[in-house]
C-alpha cells in the first residue's frame, strides 16, 4: 500500500522560511518521479514541482518558481520541498504526490500559513 506522509508545515511570516518533508513507504520510491501540489479551500489542486527518479530534473510553476526547491533523499525515501520569500498566497494544503503530475496518490497533506 503506497504512504505518503508529509510534515514539517506551519505559519511563516511573509518573505520567510519553511521546509516540508514527505516520507513515502509501500512502493518503489527509487524508480518513481515525484511532485508537490497544494490546495486553497474552494479551489483545485495546483501542481507546483516535480523531480524526476534521479532527482536531476526538477520543474516548477511560475508562481514557486526561484523561491521553492524540491529534493529528494532516495537512500531514506524522503521528498522535501524548500519554501523560501513565502508569500501570503502561498497559503494553502501542501501534499506529496507519486508520478509527475501530481494527480496519483497523495498523502493527508500539511497546511502552510503565511501570515504576519
Known amino acids: 500500500e503506497v504512504q505518503l506522509v508529509e510534515s514539517g508545515g506551519g505559519t511563516v511570516q511573509p518573505g520567510g522560511s519553511l521546509r516540508l518533508s514527505c516520507a513515502a513507504s509501500g512502493f518503489s520510491f527509487i524508480s518513481f518521479p515525484m511532485s508537490w501540489v497544494r490546495q486553497v479551500p474552494g479551489k483545485g489542486l495546483e501542481w507546483i514541482s516535480s523531480?524526476?527518479?534521479?532527482?536531476?530534473?526538477?520543474r516548477y510553476s511560475d508562481s514557486v518558481k526561484g523561491r521553492f526547491t524540491i529534493s529528494r533523499d532516495d537512500s531514506r525515501n524522503m521528498l522535501y520541498l524548500q519554501l523560501n520569500s513565502a508569500k501570503t498566497e502561498d497559503t494553502a494544503m501542501y501534499y506529496c504526490?507519486?508520478?509527475?503530475?501530481?494527480?496519483?496518490?497523495r498523502g493527508q497533506g500539511t497546511q502552510v500559513t503565511v501570515s504576519s
Open positions: 523531480v524526476d527518479r534521479h532527482g536531476q530534473n526538477k
Open positions: 504526490a507519486l508520478g509527475s503530475d501530481g494527480t496519483a496518490a
